[in-house]
């Protein structure tokens, strides 16, 4: 009886051990899963400062599209900030021009329906939803022309909705 007792006593520490660590992998599959919704393809809102008025960030009136030459705004040293409206079936301002080497905030919003704000050739992907303001940054490395393209589905003229990033060397 003292082998088994000690036997079972083993078995359940193991038990125990593997449990613990299925639930550690669970919950690291589940963190990555949300950073990858919230930061890769979801909406990028960080507080109620972001949502419904983008004119408190310096931006267009709600359902105002910006100039189509509306350029950056200075922030910082190399730092840049500018507006990004969606509407169907565009991007203002475009082209836009970006110094090589800079980073720079796009806050993001549409004026009518859904549309997906994405960067060819970079990981910038932010939906474009009205009365929201979503956020990201980036920086430039590379001169060179991007293209804009929407990826979320908005209506007959869609697939053609391009806008162009010229970044200057
Ligand atoms: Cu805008 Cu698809």
């Not at 997906?116 to 980036?138: C, D, L, Q, S």
């Amino acid at each position: 009886p003292g082998f088994e007792d000690a036997f079972h006593k083993a078995a359940e520490r193991h038990e125990r051990a593997w449990v613990f660590v299925t639930l550690v992998m669970l919950m690291g599959i589940l963190a990555c899963t949300m950073y990858f919704v919230v930061y890769d393809y979801g909406v990028v809102v960080r507080t109620a400062a972001y949502r419904s008025d983008p004119t408190a960030l310096g931006g267009p009136a709600p359902g105002v599209v910006p100039a189509a030459d509306a350029g950056l705004v200075k922030t910082g040293p190399n730092a840049y900030a500018v507006h990004m409206v969606a509407h169907m079936w565009g991007w203002t301002p475009s082209p836009l021009h970006i110094p090589e080497g800079a980073t720079v905030t796009f806050y993001v919003t549409s004026i009518d329906v859904l549309h997906g704000f994405e960067v060819k050739g970079t990981t910038i992907n932010v939906t474009a939803v009205p009365g929201i303001t979503g956020e990201v940054t980036y920086m430039f490395k590379h001169a060179g022309t991007l293209d804009i393209i929407c990826n979320e589905y908005c209506g007959i003229e869609h697939q053609a909705m391009l806008g162009r990033i010229i970044v200057d060397p």
